[in-house]
């Protein structure tokens, strides 16, 4: 039975060259052709030489186990947990009827929603960190922690691609400390569970407070974030409020009406408030734009710590499975070894 498993073990082999499929190939072939010229000149030099049959024939051996550990026999083995670095993102992101503005750009002169836009800054954040967990929030007449915290940073892009905006029937005005919970919440359980884990925050929206009541402080998060940046999107400028439907359908040639005019009210970006926020959470601001992305400059602190965590998919990778002929190569050199000793002795 244990013959047989180890037999399936090596059919389960793969090669994966330690110096690539270009380096590893030519050394392997390089060391064994060789040794194996050697030889043959050895064999054509006798009896002038010390060198016996047995003797070449261990050599080409051993050449050939090298050769073999230089392709890197592997296996592959299937596992639903990953090594990720401790450092967890928070992203939170403004999805109130002003986020459909068309003032928005992002790295180039094109204008778009506020909503696309916030929608390449979640991309380009998730790429800062390419081995962190991330979290994500929206908020507007409400927040809600849509995306629980998850080493899957494919699940933070998809969610991102999806955000649709509150409709207009449902809005009540914007109220940007709605993030305010469910990032306390979801920042303070992280903390408990990882005490030395890097927590930072990214809040994005346009700054714009319309709702009659006061705008509750972020600062109750210092107490479990590391780091943060709140990002604006939109310009000063401002423009015009789209109608949201109920299905987050924007609509091109209907707008929000100002009650105090009666004409299409007019959103602008608020960076004041953007970096008071910022302040308060003892972060910075960054406005994205035609010029500005999300980029290397906005890398918050990360941590040096890595842990083990479950994914939601299966995960492969190749593990070396040298260890037989790394034994076999050392059991002849140790062959060679003695057999040098012993012809040294005789030679003396």
Not at 105 to 111: H, I, R, V
Not at 326 to 343: D, N, S
Request: glycine share 6%; aromatic share 6%.
């Amino acid at each position: 039975m244990n013959v047989q498993n180890g037999l399936n073990a090596f059919k389960g082999l793969t090669l994966d060259p330690m110096f690539g499929w270009i380096v590893s190939p030519i050394l392997a072939v390089a060391v064994v052709v060789l040794t194996v010229v050697m030889a043959v000149r050895s064999h054509r030099q006798r009896p002038y030489t010390d060198a016996t049959t047995v003797d070449w024939v261990r050599r080409v051996l051993a050449s050939v186990m090298l050769a073999v550990m230089l392709l890197t026999p592997s296996t592959t083995l299937k596992t639903e947990s990953r090594a990720v670095n401790a450092t967890d993102v928070f992203i939170a992101v403004d999805v109130t009827g002003s986020m459909g503005v068309a003032d928005a750009q992002y790295g180039s002169d094109e204008t778009m929603s506020r909503i696309d836009a916030a929608q390449q800054a979640v991309d380009g954040i998730v790429k800062l960190y390419p081995d962190a967990s991330f979290a994500a929030i929206s908020f507007g007449a409400s927040g809600t922690l849509e995306v629980p915290l998850t080493p899957d940073s494919r699940a933070i892009e998809n969610w991102a691609s999806t955000l649709t905006l509150e409709p207009t029937s449902a809005s009540s005005g914007s109220n940007l400390d709605k993030a305010v919970d469910p990032l306390l919440l979801a920042t303070k359980n992280t903390r408990n569970q990882h005490p030395d884990d890097t927590i930072i925050v990214y809040y994005i929206s346009d700054g714009e407070q319309t709702s009659n009541k006061s705008r509750r402080t972020f600062s109750s998060l210092r107490a479990y974030v590391n780091g943060a940046q709140t990002v604006g999107v939109g310009s000063a400028d401002g423009g015009q409020i789209p109608q949201i439907a109920d299905d987050g359908t924007m609509s091109t040639d209907q707008f929000v009406t100002d009650p105090s005019t009666g004409q299409p009210g007019i959103s602008k970006l608020d960076e004041k408030t953007l970096k008071a926020i910022a302040d308060e959470m003892s972060g910075s601001y960054v406005h994205v734009d035609a010029g500005r992305t999300i980029d290397e400059r906005d890398v918050q602190q990360t941590s040096s710590d890595w842990r083990m965590q479950s994914t939601y998919k299966q995960r492969e990778h190749s593990v070396p499975a040298i260890w037989p002929f790394a034994i076999v190569f050392a059991v002849l050199l140790l062959w060679e070894a003695v057999a040098w000793m012993r012809t040294s002795r005789r030679l003396l």
